[in-house]
């Protein structure tokens, strides 16, 4: 066996004849089954051409079709690149143009939009719906189901994913056959998945949550799969009963939290509920255990490393961090500036290495050299700190770091007081210009449904709770946190929205 991503997921599939995929509709996939659709894929690739080191690009909503065309990208060696379905036209050409994709994979609506920017590309074109059916389905039914999957070394190419692009110009990150079979791997064991495992899968799969979490570890297991097209919170309670596993972002917690129906007795059959992709609010945290008896097992990851730290299966899940770093995955923090590593808590930049950290940026050479220690260490951008347990805690990003009269402020420090307070469904805190102080802490709040909280009761809060210079200088009242399709806060928006809240032009 070689170290195709795909043989370590499914190498023997082709005989295994246990359901792999339930569908929205009910139909059910083995794993023979999808062994067979991801071969005849991947013999249409391959005779069109594709094949080790091509990017095949894909902006199609969830199906299992979808799922198939991702195998079987990696069975002939060619690299898989999805894209969000929410991107526009011009983002979406940014990535073509920046990928040079071979074949570009799209919802048939946006058919006449990608051919214009394939023509510039040099890419051809193929439609893929929410039903699994387009112009790619219809051209691979005729094809044979039994392909020899391309062998892979750990380090060659398996994936680019481009980056939020919150802030500045996206980058592809470059993700590898070792990378990402490391981390599944490394999870089936630290989650302790076995076959007999059900996910209920909600997320979308055109991110590391739900492409490479939960759908190759669930793989990996051989476990079966509940293929949601979207979240519904009712209807995942009411799956619940013949499930084991949910992974999820905050705000799915979050919904499932306002259900009357959620209790110790319809969680009952479950054993692991997931979280990441945002920060999970130590308050939503201990409600979901009161609620249920479960303690969620919050985990840190990014784009660039997959899955980087997880509160442990047995043992302490700790509310408000994500964990011990995973096995052969070494964590350190270090000063922003200078990169000596700092003692157990004290906050600062945190870094890491393994075998999940990514192979660099594509086609941004000095921007990878710049984002590495010369030692191997990636610096992730994100600022935390280790406690003496070796749990690691996220206290925000580093381009989030407020500096006010000199000072540094940490926002999450700031949002952690504001959500506890009554009347505070959540908050975010920003730095914005400010004329004598170089930047103003600011925090955006969204108040609990029928709450009249307002600004000088907040400030009042937390008066006796933070330090003078952590305190906002202003409260501002909004119905909703920007947020991408991950569920994490766009603080740059905010930063934008308020930019000039203290020159008198807000």
Known sequence: MTSNLYDRLLAGAESDQSICIE??????????????????????????????????????EKSVEAVALYLATLRTGAVYLPLNTAYTPTETEYFIRDAQPTLIVCDPREEADLRA???????????????????????????????DTVARANDDLAAILYTSGTTGRSKGAMLTHGNLSSNALTL???????SKDVLIHALPIYHVHGLFVACNVTLAARARILFMQKFD???????????????????????????????????????????GSAPLLAETHRAWKERTGHAILE?????ETGMIASNPYEGPRIAGSVGRPLPAVE?????????????VGDVGMIEVKGPNVFAGYWNMPDKTAAEFRPDGFFITGDLGKLDANGYLHIVGRGKDLIITGGVNVYPKEIETEIDAIPGVSESAVVGVPHADFGEGVTAAVVRSPGSSVDERAILAALSGRLARFKQP??????????????????????????ADIYSGRA
């Open 23 to 60: 569908k929205d509709d009910g139909a059910a996939l083995s794993y023979a089954d999808l062994a067979a659709l991801s071969g005849r894929f991947a013999n249409f690739l391959a005779r069109t051409g594709i094949g080790p080191n091509h990017r095949v690009a894909v902006k199609a």
């Open 117 to 147: 920017i394939a023509a510039k590309a040099g890419g051809r074109v193929e439609t893929l719906d929410h039903h699994g059916k387009g112009s790619l389905t219809d051209a691979v039914a005729d094809f044979p189901a039994r392909f």
């Open 188 to 194: 089936v064991e630290e989650w302790r998945y076995s």
């Open 233 to 275: 919170a009712e209807r995942i309670l009411a799956t619940m009963a013949r499930s084991t596993v949910l992974m999820g972002v905050p705000t799915f917690y979050v919904r499932l939290l306002e259900s009357a129906n959620l209790n110790e007795r319809s969680t009952a059959n479950m054993r692991l509920f997931v979280a």
């Open 299 to 303: 985990r840190y990851g990014m784009t």
């Open 331 to 343: 964590v350190r923090v270090t000063d922003p500036e200078t990169g000596a590593p700092l003692p």
């Open 473 to 498: 200088k202003r409260v501002v009242f909004v119905d909703g946190l920007p947020r991408n399709a991950m569920g994490k806060v766009q603080k740059n928006v905010l930063r934008e929205r308020f």
